[in-house]
């Protein structure tokens, strides 16, 4: 397994290319799933969750066509030829549930792998199966699998999210495509990516209405066209390089992105002591070191502060000056990476759901273990702060949602290699990407 080093110190700067979002483009590839007709989407990040989902998608019979280099993908599901998402598809990625809806939606039967837990959490799929239940989908359990049936097609309803759930909005979006009728959905997420798959699915023909906000209207069923589709900039990168300014000082200009996307997460980061101006097509974000302030955070759904720069968030506070109190709101066990950043010197207690920070004068460089995708990517912020060298092992699960994180690092200063496994030599190879990935 590939470890990551690096030199902790060196402030920032440069510019930083934000790529499509992770979490937009796997509803977005699930989405082809309605239609027989092709589905070309552009800005698709270069991440092991999506060739995950490519690879899902081909084994049901999905054309599938990648042009990595301009972050093209191609896709048609012309006809399908699998209805079963097996089990080592599936553990790989829990994602994988999102093609449950628009493959019942348009084979009226699915065996899906439960999804099973992962490391923040049970993340049972309850929601999505009662969201399809009142869609008319006969659901029941076997040996591991969902069974979901709806042998005369789906009907249009009416369903209420008990929770907010995005990839449960998002399944069964995509599956009212295809109801007779029409579904009125309530409670549903907003997320950026939720209002992305929405616009690629008007794209495709489908006639949707109240994006942007928690009740959803879809007129069913669907006549697709073909379409072609920009995957929406990942806000979650954008909001993690942001605090990597935050951490070691610098400016660096984030492109390809938007402010608007991080409606609460800026001004949170504005009052901690970073500064952001507004350029053509993204921001510059810039911290001058002498202190941050140390301010409480919760975390909650869209337009709230998203649990996904939770872990980010908690670096920056162990070099701020005072204490604050991280409360984790989605997910039941999103501490994982509390006990990897006290290896660096960090000062935190965890009491339920809630960490207690207290800022340290400076972090130390140790080797220190990921855990999950966005505790991963903490430890690389702690690293670029920590004095002396830190290493990060099992960095696969970086790879999951950071296209090149090493390559846009580098390109703004920072001392960061990849140890490939076997011979722990830098992969000299990526410092020249390194242009690549920033004028891509
Ligand atoms: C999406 O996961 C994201 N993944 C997650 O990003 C993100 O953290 C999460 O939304 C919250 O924003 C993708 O979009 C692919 P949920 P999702 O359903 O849809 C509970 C990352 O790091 N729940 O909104 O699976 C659940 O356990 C990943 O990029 C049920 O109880 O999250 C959680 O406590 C991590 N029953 C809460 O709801 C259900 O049927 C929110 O989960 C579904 C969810």
Redesign the pocket.
């Given at each position: 397994m590939d470890k990551i080093r690096l030199t902790g110190g060196r402030a920032l700067h440069g510019k930083i290319r934000i790529s499509g979002a992770?979490?937009a483009t796997?509803?977005l590839l699930a989405a082809c799933l309605l239609s027989d007709k092709p589905l070309t989407l552009t800005n698709v990040p270069r991440l092991s969750d999506v060739e995950t989902f490519e690879a899902l998608l081909a084994h049901l019979g999905v054309e599938v066509h990648q042009d990595s280099a301009r972050g093209i993908t191609r896709l048609c599901a012309k006809e399908i030829l699998s209805h079963e998402a097996p089990y080592d598809h599936v553990r790989k990625m829990?994602?994988s549930?999102?093609v449950l809806g628009p493959l019942l939606a348009r084979c009226g039967e699915v065996r899906l792998s439960l999804p099973g837990g992962c490391a923040?959490?049970?993340?049972?799929?309850?929601?999505?199966?009662k969201g399809l239940e009142a869609l008319g989908a006969q659901i029941h359990l076997e040996e591991g699998y969902v069974v979901a049936k709806a042998p005369q097609g789906l009907v249009g309803g009416e369903y209420t999210f008990p929770?907010?759930?995005?990839?449960?909005t998002?399944n069964i979006i995509m599956a009212a495509c295809l109801a007779k009728g029409t579904t009125v959905l309530k409670g549903a997420?907003q997320?950026p990516?939720v209002t992305d798959l929405i616009h690629c699915l008007k794209a495709m023909g489908a006639c949707i209405e109240g994006e942007g906000t928690s009740t959803l209207t879809i007129y069913g069923p669907t006549n697709f066209v073909e379409a072609t589709h920009a995957v929406l900039p990942d806000r979650?990168e954008t909001g993690t390089y942001a605090m990597a300014v935050g951490m070691v000082g610098g400016s660096v200009e984030l492109t390809h992105t938007s402010l608007s996307l991080l409606p609460t997460v800026v001004p949170l980061l504005e009052a901690v002591g970073l500064v952001f101006e507004e350029t053509q097509d993204g921001f510059k974000v810039s911290y001058d070191g002498h202190g941050l302030k140390a301010l409480d955070l919760t975390t909650s759904?869209?337009p709230g502060f998203?649990?996904?720069l939770q872990a980010q968030y908690m670096a920056l506070m162990t070099l701020a000056k005072g204490e604050c109190h991280i409360q984790e709101t989605?997910?039941?066990n999103r501490f994982m990476h509390v006990p990897e950043l006290a290896r660096l010197g960090a000062n935190i207690s965890v009491k339920g759901n809630t960490a207690h920070v207290r800022g340290v004068p400076h972090l130390i460089g140790a080797p220190v273990m990921a855990t999950?995708?966005?505790a991963s990517v903490c430890l690389v912020l702690a690293g670029l702060a920590a004095e002396g060298e830190t290493v990060i092992s099992r960095v696969y699960h970086l790879d999951r949602?950071y296209e090149e994180i090493e390559n846009k690092l580098s390109a703004c200063g920072v001392s960061i290699e990849r140890l490939v496994e076997g011979n722990d030599h830098a992969s000299s190879q990526f410092v020249s990407q390194a242009q690549s990935a920033n004028n891509r």
């Open positions: 992770k979490n796997l509803p829990r994602a549930v999102l923040i959490g049970a993340r049972p799929i309850d929601v999505h199966l929770i907010v759930s995005v990839t449960g998002e997420a997320e990516e979650i759904v869209y998203p649990t996904d989605i997910f039941e999950d995708l966005r949602g």
